[in-house]
T-cell receptor
Framework: EAGVAQSPRYKIIEKRQSVAFWCNPISGHATLYWYQQILGQGPKLLIQFQNNGVVDDSQLPKDRFSAERLKGVDSTLKIQPAKLEDSAVYLC?????????????FGPGTRLTVL | KQEVTQIPAALSVPEGENLVLNCSFTDSAIYNLQWFRQDPGKGLTSLLLIQSSQREQTSGRLNASLDKSSGRSTLYIAASQPGDSATYLCAVNLSSNTGKLIFGQGTTLQVKP
C-alpha cells in the first residue's frame, strides 16, 4: 500500500513570495491533516479535512495560509506572502476516519526555508 | 490550554541499556495519548496508543504507561539498539471524535553501538 505522498520535498523562497505544497493521502482515507513543525518543536495542527470539508482550522493563520481539498482526495496548502517565521517542515497525514483512535499516517514532509 | 512537555530534549545511551522517556501534560482531561517515532527526513510513525482508561500498552520492546491524574506518561524501551535512534514524540487527544493531536517537542535518542 502506497503511503502519503508530498511534494516538493524541499523549497527555498524569499520572504513575501508565495509557495504551495501538495499532498496525496493514502487511497480511501477520508481524513487529511496538515501540520507545521518548526525546528525543535512538535508538530502543530493547521487544518483537518473530512472528505472535502474543513473540520478544524482554528490554528491556521488565515491572513496568509489557505488550504483546499478538491474532490476529497489531494490537498494543497498555500502560503502568500511568506514570512521568515514560516520556515518549518509541513507534514501531511491521513487516516481512514476522523476519530481519535484512527491511526494517522504521515508523509515525509516538505521542508520550507524562507530567506 | 493543554501543554505537553518532554524531558529530556536529548538522550544518548550505549547499546543494550534500558531507558525511559518522559512526557507530561497540564490538563488531565485527555481522551488518549500516543507515542510516535520520527526519523530524520521522514514522517512520524505511530508506536503506541493508550486510552485514558488504560494504564499501559506494550508492543515488543516498547512499553508505554499513563497516569492521567498526575499528567504523566512514560515510554520504556528495553534493550536499546542503534536502530532505535530517532526522535520520540508524545501527543494527547482531547476528544473522541477528532484526530486533533497536541504534541510535545520530542526527545532525540541516540543509541551508540
Amino acid at each position: 500500500e502506497a503511503g502519503v505522498a508530498q511534494s516538493p520535498r524541499y523549497k527555498i523562497i524569499e520572504k513575501r513570495q508565495s509557495v504551495a505544497f501538495w499532498c496525496n493521502p493514502i487511497s480511501g482515507h477520508a481524513t487529511l491533516y496538515w501540520y507545521q513543525q518548526i525546528l525543535g518543536q512538535g508538530p502543530k495542527l493547521l487544518i483537518q479535512f473530512q472528505n472535502n470539508g474543513v473540520v478544524d482550522d482554528s490554528q491556521l493563520p488565515k491572513d496568509r495560509f489557505s488550504a483546499e481539498r478538491l474532490k476529497g482526495v489531494d490537498s494543497t496548502l498555500k502560503i502568500q506572502p511568506a514570512k521568515l517565521e514560516d520556515s518549518a517542515v509541513y507534514l501531511c497525514a491521513s487516516s481512514s476516519g476522523s476519530l481519535s483512535t484512527d491511526t494517522q499516517y504521515f508523509g515525509p514532509g516538505t521542508r520550507l526555508t524562507v530567506l | 490550554k493543554q501543554e505537553v512537555t518532554q524531558i529530556p530534549a536529548a538522550l544518548s545511551v550505549p547499546e543494550g541499556e534500558n531507558l525511559v522517556l518522559n512526557c507530561s501534560f497540564t490538563d488531565s482531561a485527555i481522551y488518549n495519548l500516543q507515542w510516535f517515532r520520527q526519523d530524520p527526513g521522514k514522517g512520524l510513525t505511530s508506536l503506541l496508543l493508550i486510552q485514558s482508561s488504560q494504564r499501559e500498552q506494550t508492543s515488543g520492546r516498547l512499553n508505554a504507561s499513563l497516569d492521567k491524574s498526575s499528567g504523566r506518561s512514560t515510554l520504556y524501551i528495553a534493550a536499546s539498539q542503534p536502530g532505535d535512534s530517532a526522535t520520540y514524540l508524545c501527543a494527547v487527544n482531547l476528544s473522541s471524535n477528532t484526530g486533533k493531536l497536541i504534541f510535545g517537542q520530542g526527545t532525540t535518542l541516540q543509541v551508540k553501538p
